[in-house]
């Protein structure tokens, strides 16, 4: 009789701890637990890091093809570069403010553009 209610009590304790556990997990907002969704405004600055990127190397290709007497265009290709930086840390920005998300897209996408903006800065100053 003593080994059933010891029994009983420790599936008791089993369930008050798997309650326990599906607790913890809910983060959400509402209270139900599922995959978290990555940022939308993350993954739009994932994607302006990127084409800056490669609009970069475009323009570096275009420059090193022409012999540097492509100015016109090669300035058209920087000013690019240089708005979708800006528009890439605007976007991961809001991205980070977006609730019950994985903010990992944000993270690098916010990376990314700054280390673009790095890169931009040190061709503009190796110019002068």
Known sequence: ?????????????????KEKEKRKKSYSRFGHSGQMKHSTMGVKS????AATAVLLVLCIFISFLTHGKAAAIIGV??????????????????GMRERDRNYI???????????????????YAGGF
Request: net charge positive; proline share 0%.
């Open 1 to 17: 009789m003593r080994k059933k209610e010891e029994k009983l009590t420790k599936r008791q304790i089993e369930k008050l701890k």
């Open 46 to 49: 994932c994607l302006y890091a």
């Open 77 to 94: 290709f920087g000013l690019l570069c240089v708005a979708g930086v800006v528009l890439g840390i605007i976007a991961a920005v809001k």
């Open 105 to 123: 897209t944000c993270k690098i996408g916010l990376g990314g553009n700054i280390f673009l903006a790095i890169g931009l800065l040190m061709i």
